[in-house]
Protein backbone atom coordinates (compact mmCIF):
# COMPACT_ATOMS: atom_id res chain seq x y z
CA UNK A 1 0.00 0.00 0.00
CA UNK A 2 0.88 3.31 -0.76
CA UNK A 3 0.69 6.18 2.04
CA UNK A 4 1.68 9.68 1.68
CA UNK A 5 2.10 12.30 4.24
CA UNK A 6 0.44 15.54 3.86
CA UNK A 7 2.04 17.67 6.65
CA UNK A 8 1.35 21.26 8.09
CA UNK A 9 0.27 23.39 10.41
CA UNK A 10 -3.09 23.75 9.09
CA UNK A 11 -4.28 26.82 11.17
CA UNK A 12 -6.39 26.79 9.84
CA UNK A 13 -7.45 24.45 6.68
CA UNK A 14 -8.29 26.50 3.60
CA UNK A 15 -10.16 25.37 -0.12
CA UNK A 16 -6.29 25.01 -1.49
CA UNK A 17 -5.14 22.38 1.33
CA UNK A 18 -8.54 20.83 0.43
CA UNK A 19 -7.40 21.07 -3.42
CA UNK A 20 -4.25 19.44 -2.56
CA UNK A 21 -5.96 16.75 -0.52
CA UNK A 22 -7.91 15.80 -3.39
CA UNK A 23 -4.60 15.62 -5.60
CA UNK A 24 -2.75 13.23 -3.41
CA UNK A 25 -5.46 10.65 -2.44
CA UNK A 26 -5.75 10.33 -6.26
CA UNK A 27 -2.37 9.69 -6.38
CA UNK A 28 -1.60 7.49 -3.17
CA UNK A 29 -3.79 4.67 -1.36
CA UNK A 30 -3.53 6.54 1.38
CA UNK A 31 -2.99 10.01 2.40
CA UNK A 32 -2.28 11.20 5.98
CA UNK A 33 -3.54 14.48 6.78
CA UNK A 34 -1.09 15.29 9.54
CA UNK A 35 -1.06 18.13 11.76
CA UNK A 36 1.68 19.44 13.16
CA UNK A 37 1.63 19.52 17.53
CA UNK A 38 4.61 21.68 18.25
CA UNK A 39 5.77 24.33 15.95
CA UNK A 40 7.07 27.15 17.15
CA UNK A 41 4.36 28.96 15.35
CA UNK A 42 1.53 30.45 18.21
CA UNK A 43 -1.39 29.13 15.97
CA UNK A 44 -4.64 30.61 16.40
CA UNK A 45 -6.53 27.45 16.57
CA UNK A 46 -5.42 24.73 19.04
CA UNK A 47 -4.48 21.65 18.11
CA UNK A 48 -7.38 19.94 18.87
CA UNK A 49 -9.38 23.23 17.32
CA UNK A 50 -7.38 22.28 13.89
CA UNK A 51 -7.89 18.82 14.02
CA UNK A 52 -11.70 19.30 14.79
CA UNK A 53 -11.93 21.44 11.21
CA UNK A 54 -10.02 19.43 9.52
CA UNK A 55 -11.99 16.08 10.26
CA UNK A 56 -15.12 17.89 9.84
CA UNK A 57 -14.30 18.89 6.28
CA UNK A 58 -11.89 15.83 5.08
CA UNK A 59 -12.30 13.14 7.53
CA UNK A 60 -14.49 11.60 5.72
CA UNK A 61 -13.30 11.68 2.61
CA UNK A 62 -12.35 8.02 0.99
CA UNK A 63 -8.55 7.22 1.19
CA UNK A 64 -7.79 10.15 3.54
CA UNK A 65 -6.76 10.04 6.90
CA UNK A 66 -6.73 12.88 9.77
CA UNK A 67 -3.54 12.81 12.20
CA UNK A 68 -1.65 14.67 14.95
CA UNK A 69 2.22 14.39 15.06
CA UNK A 70 4.41 15.39 17.04
CA UNK A 71 8.77 15.85 16.77
CA UNK A 72 10.43 15.33 13.35
CA UNK A 73 8.28 14.60 10.06
CA UNK A 74 10.58 11.99 8.78
CA UNK A 75 10.15 10.07 11.70
CA UNK A 76 6.27 10.32 11.56
CA UNK A 77 6.36 9.22 7.91
CA UNK A 78 8.23 6.19 8.86
CA UNK A 79 6.01 5.36 11.96
CA UNK A 80 3.35 5.33 9.61
CA UNK A 81 5.26 2.97 6.85
CA UNK A 82 4.85 6.00 4.15
CA UNK A 83 6.95 6.69 1.48
CA UNK A 84 6.43 10.29 0.45
CA UNK A 85 5.48 13.85 2.06
CA UNK A 86 3.27 15.90 0.15
CA UNK A 87 3.31 19.91 -0.07
CA UNK A 88 1.51 22.09 -1.61
CA UNK A 89 3.78 24.95 -4.12
CA UNK A 90 1.52 27.91 -4.67
CA UNK A 91 3.98 30.41 -6.41
CA UNK A 92 7.89 30.52 -6.50
CA UNK A 93 7.72 32.47 -3.05
CA UNK A 94 7.05 29.28 -1.52
CA UNK A 95 10.02 27.27 -3.22
CA UNK A 96 13.34 28.33 -1.04
CA UNK A 97 11.72 27.49 1.98
CA UNK A 98 9.76 24.05 0.49
CA UNK A 99 13.05 22.87 -0.97
CA UNK A 100 15.44 24.13 1.64
CA UNK A 101 12.49 21.60 4.07
CA UNK A 102 12.50 18.81 1.38
CA UNK A 103 16.14 18.56 1.05
CA UNK A 104 16.48 18.39 5.08
CA UNK A 105 14.23 15.96 4.88
CA UNK A 106 15.91 13.68 2.47
CA UNK A 107 19.33 14.23 4.31
CA UNK A 108 17.38 12.92 8.00
CA UNK A 109 15.55 10.30 5.92
CA UNK A 110 16.93 9.37 2.56
CA UNK A 111 13.93 6.34 1.75
CA UNK A 112 11.33 9.47 2.32
CA UNK A 113 10.68 11.33 -1.25
CA UNK A 114 9.01 14.80 -0.75
CA UNK A 115 6.29 15.71 -3.81
CA UNK A 116 5.08 18.98 -4.56
CA UNK A 117 1.44 19.51 -6.06
CA UNK A 118 0.50 22.81 -7.50
CA UNK A 119 -3.12 23.45 -6.31
CA UNK A 120 -5.98 24.80 -8.70
CA UNK A 121 -4.49 28.56 -9.85
CA UNK A 122 -7.17 29.66 -8.16
CA UNK A 123 -5.45 29.48 -4.61
CA UNK A 124 -2.67 30.74 -5.81
CA UNK A 125 -2.89 33.53 -3.92
CA UNK A 126 -4.44 32.02 -0.69
CA UNK A 127 -2.94 31.49 2.45
CA UNK A 128 -3.43 30.57 5.87
CA UNK A 129 -2.18 33.92 7.61
CA UNK A 130 -4.46 35.98 4.70
CA UNK A 131 -7.18 34.23 5.91
CA UNK A 132 -7.12 35.03 8.99
CA UNK A 133 -5.86 38.45 8.71
CA UNK A 134 -9.38 39.46 6.47
CA UNK A 135 -11.45 37.58 9.20
CA UNK A 136 -9.69 39.48 11.59
CA UNK A 137 -10.49 42.78 9.85
CA UNK A 138 -13.73 41.62 9.24
CA UNK A 139 -13.67 40.56 5.73
CA UNK A 140 -15.70 37.82 4.12
CA UNK A 141 -13.55 34.87 3.50
CA UNK A 142 -16.27 32.27 2.54
CA UNK A 143 -15.05 32.01 -0.56
CA UNK A 144 -11.47 30.92 0.94
CA UNK A 145 -12.24 28.46 3.70
CA UNK A 146 -15.25 25.56 4.34
CA UNK A 147 -18.21 27.14 5.80
CA UNK A 148 -17.43 25.57 9.53
CA UNK A 149 -13.82 27.18 9.43
CA UNK A 150 -15.82 30.97 8.46
CA UNK A 151 -17.67 30.10 11.07
CA UNK A 152 -14.71 29.19 13.29
CA UNK A 153 -12.98 32.13 12.47
CA UNK A 154 -16.23 34.37 12.97
CA UNK A 155 -16.15 33.22 16.41
CA UNK A 156 -12.61 33.55 16.78
CA UNK A 157 -12.60 37.04 16.15
CA UNK A 158 -16.47 38.23 17.56
CA UNK A 159 -15.83 41.23 19.59
O1 LIG B 1 1.92 24.47 7.13
P1 LIG B 1 3.36 24.74 7.48
O2 LIG B 1 3.44 25.61 8.70
O3 LIG B 1 4.13 25.31 6.33
O4 LIG B 1 4.00 23.32 7.86
C1 LIG B 1 5.34 23.20 8.28
C2 LIG B 1 5.62 21.79 8.86
C3 LIG B 1 4.71 21.52 10.03
C4 LIG B 1 5.39 20.76 7.77
C5 LIG B 1 7.13 21.77 9.29
O5 LIG B 1 7.37 22.81 10.19
C6 LIG B 1 7.53 20.44 9.92
O6 LIG B 1 7.72 19.47 9.23
N1 LIG B 1 7.62 20.39 11.28
C7 LIG B 1 7.95 19.18 12.00
C8 LIG B 1 9.37 19.21 12.58
C9 LIG B 1 10.38 18.78 11.54
O7 LIG B 1 10.41 17.66 11.09
N2 LIG B 1 11.28 19.73 11.20
C10 LIG B 1 12.29 19.52 10.21
C11 LIG B 1 11.74 19.78 8.82
S1 LIG B 1 13.01 20.22 7.74
Request: aromatic share 8%; glycine share 6%; charged share 30%.
Amino acid sequence: MRCAIYPGSFDPVTNGHLDVIERARKLFDEVVVAVAGNDEKQPLFSLKERLDLLRETAGSIDNVRVAQFKGLLVDFAKAEDAGALIRGLRAVSDFEFEFQMALMNRKLDAAVETIFLMPKEEYTYLSSRIVKEIARLGGDVSSFVPACVAKALAKKFAK
